[in-house]
């Protein structure tokens, strides 16, 4: 018999709807229902690629005794940390605080007025390495509930107040300016792999938004440092493990420093701001490598991610059925020699296992080894790597795939609507700037629909039921800019300022301080407000950059002087851990650039709105038309006339403009940096 979750939109949600647990989804009924039984809320909060929620489900959440305990002693809570951001953001930060780490799946205890009093992660069916069983747990909470009722509301208590003391004050002090810059590219280089690229240690991710600080420093100073940092990160993402070095797209981590064992789940905000940062090395360097990875990527969203909406689904997951019909981790992208040998016969497959790093002791589990480039095979015959590579496509095709999670969350189109904007642009792809538009129609289409607030999610083109939070705004909006830019229509100029001015009436505090949620979302225990950036931007530094590129845009002094006031967590954070403010600090780089601001009197797609395109300075806003309307769409084209009838662009910034240019190599060294 199904639960309440059966009636919810979250794939994660429906995945425990045929649980014995009597799981509600999180709502006011769930608390009220705890207060009437007086009995704990058990809040468990994860997401529908996660490995080890799926584990502890299996385990726990299936079991028929576990389910009867948990159902007569509480009132058991289920949350989609994609749906519920700040509801995950809130506990998530109470659990760090308690135990000094955390993580998914997250288990809670909270009391009927949701103040969290016992805090843990995964918890396994028996007790093993020091950690107690489930049931354990389960016992203990309960007779704490019990029979220590007053210790339970003092550890809550002291909880909640210690999370209320943890207000941020940043803002308004002041923007970061060459100091700041200097000191955090010194922290990031300290930080630095020199033998791996990356940053930091074991376990090793993606530093998209970094290397997005490091390609605009270099385009801003002409530092080398900070470019050879980006490039060589890159090329080793590229050649490693993380990448699929078949089907295109990043996995989620590195297990090692080497990038060579990922964590296989695919997330779509990987790769969405992984395609960008390819395309801007590119645009940097002219590397052919970086080319083919951005590209592959984007393919790799839209063959794989895209909805029949025409969104893009969140992730796929990173277990799959093997040829045992065992359901592990990573069973559709590993190769043994023998698998080689199968497809590709004795030749091709000791050429595939040298190319590819195949060997017979195996870089995974049992055997098997994740495709990668290690690079020592010398020169190669690039028609051979072409074939080998489409037969093993083709034959791992017929494997049993990794499940998908359909939902479509605002914040992680808005980053895939940027990447596949530019990317298209960039290398003559209309294909891929269409896929964009068709992502930015269902967002104002079904996530604005008729209540003009951005909601969250949506799947099969049905809006969910939860608020959108500051980094759907602050994405969303950056990805219509990008729109903007690339396709000359005004209108995505207009929709981002429409969700800017709900950024300024609705997430804005004293001094430029920003909230994650809006002033009228539910009220949690806390209202959550981070502004470092993780695997995404922050939606402190997501709302920071589109909100400088709007002002750019239109001369608005209300928008520009929010993102000066939001930068001042830069100034704060960015000389002490740069690796957690990328975002910030690309967008600090734009703002000591100007940023520029390029009109082009012209044709959309001509030779001068490309080269404005491909400028490489930081931040730099693009408009491009022709004709008496075009000054209707863009305020930046205003009073901008053809010269001599050709087409022309104006280069402006810091209120001072450039004499107009017909020439585009002109226009190219205007915009070089």
Request: charge should be negative.
């Amino acid at each position: 018999m199904a639960n309440r979750l059966a009636q919810t939109t979250s794939p994660y949600l429906l995945q425990h709807a045929d649980n014995p647990v009597d799981w509600w989804p999180w709502s006011p009924e769930a608390f009220e229902e705890a207060r009437k039984r007086d009995v704990p809320v058990l809040l468990s909060v994860g997401y529908a690629s996660c490995h080890w929620c799926h584990v502890m489900a299996h385990e726990s959440f299936e079991d028929d005794d576990t389910a009867a305990y948990l159902n007569a002693h509480f009132v058991p809570v289920k949350v989609d940390r994609e749906e519920r951001p700040d509801v995950d953001a809130v506990y998530m930060e109470a659990v760090q605080a308690a135990t000094g780490h955390g993580g998914w799946p997250m288990t809670v205890f909270l009391t009927p007025d949701a103040e969290p009093f016992y805090f843990g992660t995964y918890f396994p069916p028996e007790p093993r390495h020091g950690s107690p069983s489930f049931q354990q747990v389960l016992e203990g909470v309960t007779t704490a509930w019990t029979d220590r009722r007053e210790e339970v509301a003092e550890v809550a208590g002291r909880i909640v107040a210690d999370l209320a003391g943890r207000s941020l004050v940043h803002g308004g002090d002041g923007v970061p300016g060459e100091s700041e810059v200097a000191q955090a590219l010194l922290g990031l280089t300290r930080e630095y792999d020199e033998q791996h690229g990356g940053f930091g240690g074991a376990p090793k991710f993606p530093p998209a938004m970094a290397v997005e600080f490091l390609l605009r420093h270099y385009a801003r100073t002409g530092a080398e440092g900070a470019l050879q940092m980006a490039a060589d990160t890159c090329a080793a993402m590229a050649r490693g493990g993380i990448y699929d070095q078949l089907g295109g797209g990043f996995a989620r981590y590195s297990v090692d420093r080497e990038w060579i064992v990922p964590h296989f789940e695919k997330m779509l905000y990987d790769n969405a701001l992984l395609c960008r940062v390819y395309a801007h090395l590119w645009r940097a360097t002219g590397s052919d490598e970086a080319r083919r990875i951005a590209l592959e990527t984007a393919d790799f969203m839209v063959r794989e991610l895209r909805t029949a909406e025409g969104g893009f689904a969140s992730a796929l997951d990173a277990d799959s059925e093997d040829a045992e019909g065992r359901h592990v981790e990573g069973a559709f992208y590993v190769w043994t020699p023998e698998q080689l040998r199968e497809v590709l016969g004795e030749d091709d497959a000791a050429f595939a296992a040298a190319y590819f790093g195949v060997t017979e002791e195996g870089t995974f589990e049992e055997g098997a080894s994740v495709l990668r480039l290690p690079g020592d095979t010398g020169p190669v015959d690039a028609a051979r790597v072409a074939g080998v590579r489409a037969r093993l496509l083709a034959a791992r095709d017929e494997r049993p795939h990794p499940g998908r999670d359909d939902k479509v969350v605002a914040a992680w189109n808005g980053l895939a609507i940027a990447a596949l904007a530019e990317t298209g642009a960039y290398f003559d792809r209309p294909d891929l700037v269409e896929r964009a538009t068709e992502a930015a129609d269902l967002l104002v289409r079904v996530h604005l629909g008729e209540v003009a607030r951005l909601t969250r999610t949506s799947k099969d083109g049905r809006a969910g039921d939860n608020a959108g939070v500051l980094e759907d705004y602050g994405d969303v909006a950056e990805g219509f800019l990008a729109l903007a830019a690339v396709t000359g229509e005004g209108a995505w100029l207009e929709f981002a300022g429409f969700l800017l001015d709900i950024v300024l009436e609705q997430f804005t505090g004293e001094g430029g301080q920003l909230y994650d949620t809006a002033h009228d979302a539910e009220q949690l225990i806390r209202r959550p407000q981070d502004p470092t950036d993780s695997a995404t931007p922050s939606g402190w530094t997501a709302a920071a950059g589109a909100l400088l590129s709007y002002a750019a845009y239109t001369g608005s002094e209300a928008h520009r002087t929010a993102a000066e006031g939001a930068l001042g967590v830069v100034k704060a954070l960015g000389p002490r851990v740069p690796r957690f403010v990328g975002w910030g600090l690309a967008v600090a780089e734009a703002l000591l650039d100007g940023p520029r601001e390029v009109a082009v009197a012209g044709p959309v797609g001509g030779e001068l709105h490309r080269t404005a395109l491909l400028g490489r300075a930081p931040g730099a806003v693009v408009a491009a038309g022709e004709g008496p309307g075009a000054g209707a769409e863009f305020p930046l084209l205003v009073d901008r006339p053809l010269v001599g009838g050709e087409p022309t662009a104006y280069v402006c910034r810091h209120f001072v403009c450039d004499a107009p240019t017909t020439d585009a190599g002109e226009l190219a060294a205007k915009l070089g940096g």
